[in-house]
T-cell receptor, first 116, second 111 residues
Framework: EPEVTQTPSHQVTQMGQEVILRCVPISNHLYFYWYRQILGQKVEFLVSFYNNEISEKSEIFDDQFSVERPDGSNFTLKIRSTKLEDSAMYFC??????????????FGEGSRLTVL | GENVEQHPSTLSVQEGDSAVIKCTYSDSASNYFPWYKQELGKGPQLIIDIRSNVGEKKDQRIAVTLNKTAKHFSLHITETQPEDSAVYFC??????????FGPGTRLSVLP
């Protein structure tokens, strides 16, 4: 069964450093997402991406964050100058359909980011 | 924007009993309501969903009901089993890409 894969599964970084979280969405999917889940809290939308550009983003997704699809298979989330409060589980998701026909979101297993 | 509330935050049931989790949403334009199950250390997995043109949907032991007038939807799990223990999230979407999740319900099924 096709799945969304994420790397690394866990990353520890020092405050102020940059991190890149990587995702390989399901191959025939066209819509890609990043969500964040702070420990014990709900899953929060960060950004959606379609046709090589951001289609929606939340208030959380400020200038510290960026996304990229560098090579047609990977979808990355870059967090610049990490802060303690960026510590969370970051989930990548993809779907075959988007705005017009809401489709199922397939989530990866997450990348846990710990900022010290 | 959309706001999704979910109750209860924790729920314990005896194996074989039913479990019901309820969600409310604020934006009447929302038209897609999925339910996700999240096991420890894993990503959320879709277990059932319902669209606004349907009032009820069932898949084996799991059912979801939607009341558009009252803007609430519920997840029903019958004949619960220990493997149903997990955190369950409801979500709402306005046919777009920003799925708004509820805060989650931790379900424990006691043997």
């Amino acid at each position: 069964e096709p799945e969304v894969t994420q790397t690394p599964s866990h990353q520890v970084t020092q405050m102020g450093q940059e991190v890149i979280l990587r995702c390989v969405p399901i191959s025939n999917h066209l819509y890609f997402y990043w969500y964040r889940q702070i420990l014990g809290q709900k899953v929060e939308f960060l950004v959606s991406f379609y046709n090589n550009e951001i289609s929606e983003k939340s208030e959380i997704f400020d200038d510290q964050f960026s996304v990229e699809r560098p090579d047609g298979s990977n979808f990355t989330l870059k967090i610049r100058s990490t802060k303690l409060e960026d510590s969370a589980m970051y989930f990548c998701a993809s779907s075959a359909q988007g705005r017009a026909n809401t489709g199922e979101l397939f989530f990866g297993e997450g990348s846990r980011l710990t900022v010290l | 924007g959309e706001n999704v509330e979910q109750h209860p935050s924790t729920l314990s049931v005896q194996e074989g009993d039913s479990a019901v989790i309820k969600c409310t949403y604020s934006d009447s334009a929302s038209n897609y309501f999925p339910w996700y199950k999240q096991e420890l250390g894993k990503g959320p997995q879709l277990i059932i969903d319902i669209r606004s043109n349907v009032g009820e949907k069932k898949d084996q032991r799991i059912a979801v009901t939607l009341n558009k007038t009252a803007k609430h939807f519920s997840l029903h799990i019958t004949e619960t089993q220990p493997e149903d223990s997990a955190v369950y999230f409801c979500a709402a979407s306005m046919g777009g890409q920003n799925f708004v999740f509820g805060p989650g319900t931790r379900l424990s099924v006691l043997p």
